[in-house]
């Protein structure tokens, strides 16, 4: 099935000059949502501040959440390294590898 139907594409790819184009860009993340997304995100983080060390599951959750964000921002900043978070991308590296030592310290279990 897929080789008729790329017999049948291929013509229609390589004799159209935009189609090489339009489909790299179709692969090109949209940055400016995904900034966007991210930075609603960040303004729904919990903050490690407020959970009590002493109730673990709170703790384990915040810190998972925020190792999640951080990792996502990573992403980011690597396929969209014009983003307004370029600058703090470090700054976001650094929390995330001490949060992720915090979450094995805790002996936290992933949930998502």
Same mark, same amino acid.
């Given at each position: 099935?897929?080789?008729?139907?790329?017999?049948?594409?291929?013509?229609?790819?390589?004799?159209?000059?935009?189609?090489?184009?339009?489909?790299?860009? !179709?692969?090109?993340? &949209?940055?400016?949502?995904?900034?966007?997304? *991210?930075?609603?995100?960040? #303004?729904?983080?919990? %903050? =490690?501040?407020? !959970?009590?060390?002493? &109730?673990?599951?709170?703790?384990?959750?915040? *810190?998972?959440?925020?190792? #999640?964000?951080?990792? %996502? =921002?990573?992403?980011?900043?690597?396929?969209?390294?014009?983003?307004?978070?370029?600058?703090?991308?470090?700054?976001?590296?650094?929390?995330?590898?001490?949060?992720?030592?915090?979450?094995?310290?805790?002996?936290?279990?992933?949930?998502?």
């Amino acid at each position: 099935m897929h080789v008729c139907v790329m017999r049948l594409l291929a013509p229609l790819l390589i004799g159209s000059p935009g189609a090489v184009g339009m489909a790299g860009a !179709a692969l090109l993340p &949209d940055c400016k949502s995904q900034e966007a997304k *991210l930075v609603k995100e960040e #303004a729904e983080l919990p %903050r =490690l501040e407020v !959970a009590s060390p002493a &109730d673990r599951p709170v703790t384990c959750i915040t *810190l998972e959440t925020i190792i #999640a964000f951080a990792s %996502r =921002l990573k992403t980011h900043v690597a396929h969209c390294p014009v983003s307004g978070y370029a600058p703090s991308a470090a700054s976001w590296e650094a929390t995330r590898i001490d949060y992720a030592r915090r979450f094995i310290e805790n002996r936290c279990q992933r949930t998502f």
